[in-house]
């Protein structure tokens, strides 16, 4: 008889939770449908934003790459310093660990004074060796403001949200804002849930194409003993096993298919190119790069000018 009180009561347990998964899906679905009927009349810069800046959320897209890629930075500074936001402020930074070679003081110095996007972390280079702890783990300290600068417009958090993200992928930033906007800013892990066929937020863990957290599981992150204690292995994997172990990202979203693998070659995780799309992931290569661009109209643009001739 007990037995049969506790299951219908973990029945009605699952059944709310599908109830408020179907909701968050809901929610966001119409969310997407608003912005792609207003974005085609907010590209006119005229067009000032109903919010005020103080409002934006803020975002930092952190991106590891290595200190000598210097030319994949330049062309990710490309993709993503020719895109502007409505209704967030987002920062995209490289980050990689110290650097190891006399070239790299000059060439990576030279890239901070002019672009300012760079973060340096204490490590020392390395794959499923606990750069992602190290990422996530610094910034609340790097991010504190600094006690001698006497500004109290320091907001807090230093961003709602943290990405990391893989220099394979092209984030469409706005529709990464569109989704974030009806989401709560707290315990939130968001991206491409790992299986592929996989629909639930909540089994395994979401993809290294790129996956989001609020700040305060970032802060989580840096005082928590579980992921210290649990550093060696495929990152984003453990990643969410730090989550599951820790019981954070209670609020979990599930991106797919607004992030997906490039549609060549096709796999369980692919998708074919949609308007409604965040995230395109696996271009490894210069043609899949051209095609994603041109699909999403990157250059449309493009002012007219005697200077130059584009077909
Ligand atoms: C933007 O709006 C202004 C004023 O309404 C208009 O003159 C201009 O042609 C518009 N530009 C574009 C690119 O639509
Ligand atoms: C990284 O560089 C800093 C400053 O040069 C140094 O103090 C630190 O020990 C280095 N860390 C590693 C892991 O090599
Ligand atoms: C790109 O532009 C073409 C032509 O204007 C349009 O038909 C298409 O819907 C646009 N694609 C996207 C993804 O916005």
Redesign the pocket.
């Known amino acids: 008889m007990k037995n049969v009180i506790v299951l219908s009561f973990m029945f009605i347990a699952f059944l709310f939770t599908l109830a408020s998964i179907n909701e968050i899906q809901f929610d966001h679905l119409s969310s997407i449908k608003k912005c792609a009927t207003s974005t085609s009349s907010s590209?006119?810069?005229?067009?000032l934003p109903m919010k005020s800046p103080e409002n934006d959320i803020r975002i930092l897209l952190g991106i590891p790459t290595m200190a000598d890629h210097h030319d994949r930075r330049h062309f990710l500074r490309l993709i993503y310093g020719t895109q502007s936001v409505v209704g967030a402020k987002i920062d995209v930074k490289f980050v990689f660990c110290n650097l190891t070679k006399e070239d790299q003081k000059v060439l990576v110095a030279l890239e901070i004074i002019q672009h300012n996007d760079i973060i340096i972390l204490n490590c020392k280079e390395n794959m499923d060796k606990g750069k992602t702890y190290t990422y996530f783990s610094s910034l609340p300290d790097m991010l504190k403001p600094d006690p001698d600068s006497n500004s109290d417009s320091d907001p807090y958090p230093p961003y709602h949200y943290v990405i990391k993200g893989d220099d394979d992928t092209y984030f469409r930033l706005q529709k990464l804002v569109d989704t974030l906007i009806p989401l709560p800013r707290e315990d939130l892990y968001y991206g491409y849930v790992i299986p592929c066929p996989s629909m639930d937020p909540f089994v395994h863990y979401m993809s290294g194409m790129g996956y989001l957290v609020s700040w305060d599981i970032v802060e989580w992150i840096k005082e928590s003993e579980i992921p210290k204690s649990h550093l060696v292995g495929p990152e984003d994997k453990i990643f969410g096993e730090w989550m599951r172990e820790g019981r954070r990202g209670k609020n979990r979203f599930n991106a797919k298919w607004h992030m997906y693998n490039y549609p060549e070659p096709p796999t369980r995780c692919t998708h074919e190119l949609w308007p409604d799309t965040v995230a395109v992931h696996l271009l490894k290569t210069q043609e899949k790069w051209i095609r994603t661009l041109s699909y999403f109209n990157v250059t449309q643009?493009l002012k007219p000018s005697k200077m130059y001739h584009i077909p």
Request: hydrophobic content about 15%; glycine content about 0%; cysteine-free.
């Open positions: 590209s006119n810069n005229s067009v643009n």
